[in-house]
């Protein structure tokens, strides 16, 4: 009989506190964006990242738009931003009506090259966003020394690689804005929310007046600027907090399961690679990625079939954003376009059995050897 699996990739974990800090905010009446759990989780997150402030927020894009506001950026800036990404990186820069740049990504981190950068900073240019792709970081003293030289803010999207670390210091307190993204599907998780990282303090006051629709803070219901209200609720900060005290258990579970990975893949290099880690880095594996090289004689597309029929979940690597209609270019981004096109994503998470790991990798080196 055949054992009909079914593999997802990725989801929330919730065991720790979560479910105990929910109940007390539903006890207590405390379920809007007041709340001690807010001031916790922030606090909390401050520290995780060896910041002075962390402002949560109501999702990781919203992250992205409160910094670039505080900037200032608005129509006829550009922002550099690397083409291989999820879309939220480019559209929080349309936002403020600004254009975002296309940089390319490097072959070995598939993180945006700082060697192509310069060539596309003009008058116009005001930052830089670099995406830790996967849970990746980025080459950030190469980015630091580029900004540095032309001016320009950074602001690290941290979406995917909460915990990841440069050279031993966390992401998200390299640059001048880190921001984080807490989906369901990402390493940690409030169902929705965000968290934006800074040591400037001046900077996060205007992010705070802007989150709470720009509310004089001396002066209550007078308001000086358009803002928003791009506040989290107490209950998500309650499920934040949960997960947050739990967050060196998340990331050792997903390190576990991407070194099995690693071990299973590695005589099969001829087949398909993964996206690397670096000497100097601490990749915290959003999720696993892996490459197909040019020996196998099918799409990414037949590939992901077949694994789907054996009950195993994948995902596509990001289009880049030169590929899609709203940042649409003629032309060509050569490693983001070979990396984007045969690469996907395998399950990834903390409660990922080592069989159902197995099981992964012998079907995936079935099918690659099937089609050579
Ligand atoms: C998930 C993600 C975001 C957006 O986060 P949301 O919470 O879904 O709004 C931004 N940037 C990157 C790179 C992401 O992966």
Redesign the pocket.
């Known amino acids: 009989m055949k054992v009909i699996k079914n593999i997802p990739l990725a989801g929330p974990v919730l065991n720790g506190n979560e479910k105990k800090y929910v109940m007390d905010c539903i006890d207590t009446g405390w379920i809007s964006s007041n709340g001690k759990y807010v001031t916790e989780f922030e606090n909390k997150f401050a520290d995780f990242c060896n910041v002075e402030h962390a402002l949560s927020c109501?999702?990781?894009?919203?992250?992205?738009h409160l910094p670039l506001l505080a900037y200032g950026i608005k129509e006829g800036d550009e922002i550099i931003v690397p083409t291989l990404?999820?879309?939220?990186?480019a559209n929080?820069v349309k936002y403020c009506g600004a254009t975002p740049v296309l940089v390319d990504c490097e072959s070995n981190t598939w993180n945006m090259d700082p060697n192509r950068i310069e060539e596309k900073i003009t008058d116009k240019t005001k930052g830089i966003i670099v995406?830790?792709?996967y849970g990746h970081p980025v080459d950030m003293d190469s980015i630091m020394e580029i900004a540095k030289k032309y001016s320009l803010f950074v602001i690290e999207?941290?979406?995917?690689a909460h915990g990841a670390e440069y050279k031993g210091n966390k992401v998200g307190s390299i640059g001048d804005v880190g921001?984080?993204?807490?989906?369901g599907?990402?390493i940690i998780s409030t169902g929705?929310?965000?968290m934006i990282t800074t040591n400037n303090s001046e900077l996060a006051a205007k992010m705070k007046l802007l989150r709470g629709q720009g509310m004089d803070p001396q002066r209550r219901y007078w308001f000086n600027v358009v803002g928003y209200n791009y506040r989290m609720t107490n209950v998500q900060a309650a499920i934040g907090l949960g997960q947050l005290e739990n967050i060196d258990w998340h990331l050792d579970k997903r390190k576990t399961v991407a070194n099995e990975y690693i071990k299973e893949f590695f005589p099969f290099t001829d087949l398909f690679t993964m996206q690397p880690e670096m000497s100097w880095a601490t990749h915290s594996y959003?999720m696993v990625s892996i490459l197909l090289t040019d020996k196998v004689k099918i799409s990414r597309d037949e590939m992901m079939s077949l694994l789907a029929t054996d009950g195993i979940e994948t995902r596509p690597l990001?289009y880049p954003m030169h590929q899609l209609p709203p940042y649409y270019e003629d032309s060509t981004y050569p490693n983001a376009d070979r990396i984007s096109i045969r690469g996907f994503n395998i399950p990834t998470n903390a409660e990922l059995s080592s069989s159902d790991l197995r099981y992964i990798s012998d079907r995936l080196v079935y099918h690659c050897k099937n089609n050579v």
């Open positions: 109501a999702n990781g894009t919203v992250a992205l990404t999820y879309i939220a990186t929080a995406v830790h792709l999207d941290a979406a995917e921001t984080f993204s807490f989906f599907n990402k929705e929310g965000g959003w990001f």
